[in-house]
């Protein structure tokens, strides 16, 4: 079954730090490039960052020097630690796996509130 499975998410105060975990299965992992997104109540879906699958990454202005991506191809598994959170960055965080854009799957997104 081709599916990604996000888990991590929650409730954190200002400055804490969560890590996200998106599980996939079903695909050729260390084929896809990966990618978190994020969608806040009235705001459209923005990208937050993606690590290739030769692994280069990118990231989103907003979170630069606070959030990092990373992946473990063994484990089928790509990764989101998020340091010195803050309100603005209170989303739903979507797992997204992208194969030369002809083949993209998202996760069902997992809540992260920043709050005090």
């Known amino acids: 079954q081709v599916q990604l499975v996000e888990s991590g998410g929650g409730l954190v105060q200002p400055g804490g730090s969560l890590r996200l975990s998106c599980a996939a299965s079903g695909i050729i992992f260390n084929e896809y490039d990966m990618g978190w997104y994020r969608q806040a109540p009235g705001k459209e879906r923005e990208l937050v960052a993606r690590i290739r699958r030769g692994g280069s990454t990118n990231y989103a202005d907003s979170v630069k020097g606070r959030f990092t991506i990373s992946r473990d191809n063994a484990k089928n598994t790509v990764y989101l630690q998020m340091n010195s959170l803050t309100p603005e960055d209170t989303a739903v965080y979507y797992c997204?796996?992208?194969?030369?854009?002809?083949?993209?799957?998202w996760g069902q997104g997992t809540q992260v509130t920043v709050s005090s």
């Open positions: 997204n796996a992208d194969f030369l854009s002809a083949s993209i799957l």
